[in-house]
Structures are given as structure tokens and as C-alpha cells.
């Protein structure tokens, strides 16, 4: 019996999101009291026994060159085949792009019940009872999962990685595995830009700013503490801004520990997407703007007397 | 080519969320419905579009839900599909949804299945993949574009920080999202064209539930804003740095 996580890859090196689901899977596996074992599929530049900080005992490693590219179906077979050998009553995957690529087959596949977009541990006291976000983000639903084996989609963010000491023993896993049937062509990448979906900061701007020319302010304040960029969707359909930055009910869902909104009145369809972020701040001019309602810091106040002097205290506070 | 795109109805974006029945039920009463936005905007809206590049596409609706979702598949009708199969069946568990639709897939011999990345309710972004593995073909999720070339799909996929572009040989099923299409409103013919198109409801094959949802919670309210004078926002620079520790 063990948990087994999914540990998650990009080019080679484990994402921000699969060491958060490494330590949820550890620490569900020591309240039922089984082992956390993980395995990663394709080629990887990573050392891998360094998951043992975050409390796996065994790495399960399925090496081959038709799994250098993410598919979906071979990816979902092959970590079926590893879930059954090392007899895993629990897997735990990222619900990133990935994990949600690849946990619903799994399920269909094990007859495994899925949690998608859980946000806590399990609770085992009376069935296996998880906690996910519904509504988008304007809920929660407890669901008791009724399979022998459970599959556990976890919000990226929500779970903070604990690392500690130790070593995972890592095991070369012989798979067997049909050429994909999907045939990866290209992957596009913006450069030097850091993902929404893994931020933990995040600068968004609405309609209130005018038009794409000002967002240098967002962009500076971002670079100065490491942010992601967002937008409301009122932007994106203006092509202000690309649609990835795109958040609320109708594009990206995301849950930093920081919103910071500019000029954005605060829709109930945009706080759909950013309201399970931990810190939300607010710059409108409007205090009437719905946001305010949401925020936990605001000024109401032109963005474009406000912003400047945001950016020189933060220049200030980093010596810059 | 034979598309079939996946339909599920959501309250409307404006819904007050609330549960009742010791908050074990959504409090329906009063709650308008509309079409899964991701479901009409994207996966429907580019079916159409490829059935207008090729007109001899048939495009079939399917909706697993109770008569209630009728209006809502009606209006997916109006807006360009040819016909549509409702299975009567309604549950929260998305397996047993994609057992229902897997067995009408399987019937439908369909080159293309497309569903919405997710529904707004249960975002649970799963009936695609579920219904990949029952189908055995390959899955593509959240999608952002997605071209015909005879039977080979291009398609456009996020990824962290970028997209990804694949192709692969059809049958293939497809989640798609933002990027993919842009949303319409039906016209007057289609509305009309809509009441007397098929809409055909069968009884659902047997399928057992691996998940049961047994609550529902609202988040706990926030504390309230903390607002800072818009002639000092070192103030606030300081407040996320020392009280929020933010950087
Ligand atoms: C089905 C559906 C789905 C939707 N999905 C989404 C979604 O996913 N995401 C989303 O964002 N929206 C979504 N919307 C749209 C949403 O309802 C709003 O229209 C949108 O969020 C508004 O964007 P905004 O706040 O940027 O613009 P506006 O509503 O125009 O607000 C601009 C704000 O800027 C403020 N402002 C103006 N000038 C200044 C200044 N100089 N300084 C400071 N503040 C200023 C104004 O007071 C105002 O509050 C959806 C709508 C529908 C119907």
C-alpha cells in the first residue's frame, strides 16, 4: 500500500506545483499510515532523490524516449501501470495543465474516484472526504470518494511544500508503453516571463488604465518583486493584453498570495478567477468599485498618480 | 466528419451562490441557466466554424441532464448544431457522466469530440479525459486552437507559461478554452430553425459512482478592506511588506 504522487516536469526540471503535491502526498501517507512514493515519467535533468526532503521514500523513474514529450494517454497508461505495481490506494497529482490532462483518464482507467482541485487534506475519519473548490471559487464541496483507489487533484498553491530532511530511493520503472498517437510539434514558451499559474505575486490592470501604452507601470512594479502579470477579461478582448493573462470565471483561476488589481471595478465573474488568492489589494478610483468589497488593502485613488509612488517606496524598501 | 460537443448547463455568472437542505443542495430556486460558457463560446462556437469551412460536417449535441436542460440545449440548437441527444440521467459524479456520454459516442462512430475545459460549477474539467480512456482515443486538454486538415487535428494547448502544438490523427477528443473561438448570438433563423430540430432523449446506461458529494461551504467572509490614503502609498508598500509579508 502506498500514496503515489505524480511528480511533474518541464523541460526536465520538477514544477513549483508537484513539490507541493509531494509534501500532501507524504503527509496524507503518514496520517493513514502507508509510504508517499513518487514517480516521474520522460527524461529528467533533475536529482531526484532529492524528494526525499519532501518526504518520499521511493521514486518510481519511467525512462524512455517516447515519453519525452507530454501525451496524455501515454502518459495516463504509464502511470496506471505504476500505480498498480507498487498497489497505490491514493494518487496525488498537481491540478496544473498537466495533472488535468492526465488524472480523469487515470480514473476512468483504475475505476478510481477523482477530486479535482482540492484544497486540504483528506479527511479519514468517517470515509475519505476532500475538499475542493466549486463555484468558481465561490465554494466549497466536501466529496467522499467511493473507490477502493482515490486520485487527488490539487489546486496548485494551496498546500504549502514542507522540505526537510532525507533521500528517496530512485527505482528505474520498466513500463510498457504504445507510441503516442499524438505527435508534438512545437512548444512555444514567452520568454522571461513568469507563469500565472505558478505565481505566488501577482500585478493585474483593468479598463482603468486606458490602454495597453500603460502598462509599463504594471510590468515595472511586477519585475521589481518578481510578479506575474494578469488582466481582466475587458482588457483581453480589447488586445490590451494577450489572452494567457486573462483571469476570472472565463479564463485563468488563480490563487496567489497576492492579487494586486489595478483600475479593475472587481466583476463578480473576475472574482471568480483571483477571489481564493491570500492578500487582495485595490487601486480604483471608485470606491463604490465592487473590488473593495473583496480587497484587503486598498487605496482609492488615480492608478496613474498612485502607481509611480507605489513603485519608488518598493524601489525604496529593495534598495533599488 | 462527425463532431460531437459536449453541453452542460451552469447557473448564470451572476448566480448568488447558496446551498439549503443543511448545505448538502445548491439553492436552485430563482437561479437562472445558461449554457457552460466554455462549452458554447468554445468547443460549439469552432464546431460550427469547421462545419462552415465544410458543410457536409453534422454536428450532434449531447447533454447528460434532466428535462430541465432543455431550454439550454435548445438554445446550443439555435446557435448551429444539427441535432441533439439528451441523456436522462442527473448526477454530480463525473464518471458516471462520462460512462453516459461514452456510450453515446460509441453509437455515433463521431470523428471529433469537444467539450469546455471546465464547468463553472463543479470545475471539475474532467469528462474529457474520462471519456478519451473509456473511448480509447487520445485526449487533448485545454485547447486554445484547433485545425482540420482532412483527418488530421492541429491543436493548440496551454501550458505554464506558453502553449504547446500537437497534432494527431482523429478520432481525437478535445477541452477547449478561451482563444479557441469567439462567442456568438444566435440569430432569429437559428432560434426559429432550433424548435424543430431533433432532439432525441434516451435512458442512461448503468454506471456506478466513485465520488458522492456529501457538503457545501462558503468560504469564510473577509475581514474587510484595509484602506490606505491615496497620498501615501509608501503606507501600503509597507504594510505588505511588514504586516502581510508579502515581499
Ligand atoms: C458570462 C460572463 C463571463 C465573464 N467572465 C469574465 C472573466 O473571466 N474575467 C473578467 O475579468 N471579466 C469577466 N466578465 C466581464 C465582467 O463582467 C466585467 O465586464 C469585466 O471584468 C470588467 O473589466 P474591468 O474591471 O477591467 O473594466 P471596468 O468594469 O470598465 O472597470 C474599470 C475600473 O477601473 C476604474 N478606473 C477607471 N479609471 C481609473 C483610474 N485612473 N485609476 C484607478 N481606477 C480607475 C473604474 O472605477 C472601474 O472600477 C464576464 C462577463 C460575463 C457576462
Known sequence: MSVLIYIDQAEGQIKKSSFEAASYGARLAEQTSTQAEAVVVGNSSADLSMLGKYGIKKVHHVNNEMLNHFDAQTYTRVIGQVTEACQATVVVLSNNVNGKAIAPGLSARLKAGLVAGAVSLPDTSNGFVVKKGVFSGKAFANVNVLSPIKIIGLTPNAFSPVAGEGTAEVVAFNASIDAPRVKHLATNKVQGQIPLSEAELVISGGRGLKGSENWGMIEELAGLIGAATACSRAVADAHWRPHHEHVGQTGGSIAPNLYFAVGISGAIQHLAGVNRSKVIVVINKDPEAPFFKAADYGIVGDAFEVMPKVIDAVKKLKGA | ??????????????????????????????????????????????????????????????????????????????????????????????????????????????????????????????????????????????????????????????????????????PLVVSCQKGMAEQRIPNMKGIMGARTKPLKVVEPVAADPLTAIVGFELPPAKAGVKLVSADQPEELVRLLHEEAKLF
Open chain 2, 1 to 170: 466528419m462527425k463532431i460531437l460537443v459536449c453541453i452542460s448547463k451552469t447557473p448564470d455568472t451572476t448566480a448568488k451562490i447558496a446551498f439549503v437542505d443543511n448545505n448538502t443542495k445548491f439553492a436552485a430556486d430563482g437561479v437562472q441557466w445558461i449554457i457552460n460558457p466554455y462549452d458554447e463560446w468554445y468547443a460549439l462556437v469552432r464546431a460550427i466554424e469547421l462545419k462552415e469551412k465544410d458543410p457536409a460536417t453534422v454536428i450532434h449535441l449531447v447533454n447528460v441532464g434532466g428535462a430541465d436542460t432543455e431550454p439550454i440545449i435548445r438554445k446550443a440548437l439555435a446557435l448551429g448544431g444539427d441535432e441533439a441527444i439528451r441523456v436522462n440521467f442527473d448526477s454530480q459524479d463525473s464518471f458516471s457522466i462520462a460512462s453516459q456520454i461514452a456510450a453515446i459516442a460509441k453509437d455515433g462512430a463521431y470523428d471529433l469530440i469537444l467539450t469546455g475545459k471546465e464547468t463553472l460549477d463543479f470545475n471539475g474539467a474532467s469528462i474529457g479525459g474520462m471519456l478519451a480512456e473509456l473511448l480509447d482515443i487520445p485526449f487533448i486538454s485545454l485547447a486554445t486552437k484547433l485545425d482540420l486538415n482532412g483527418t488530421i487535428a492541429t491543436v493548440s494547448r496551454e501550458i505554464e507559461g506558453g502553449e504547446e502544438v500537437a497534432e494527431a490523427a482523429l
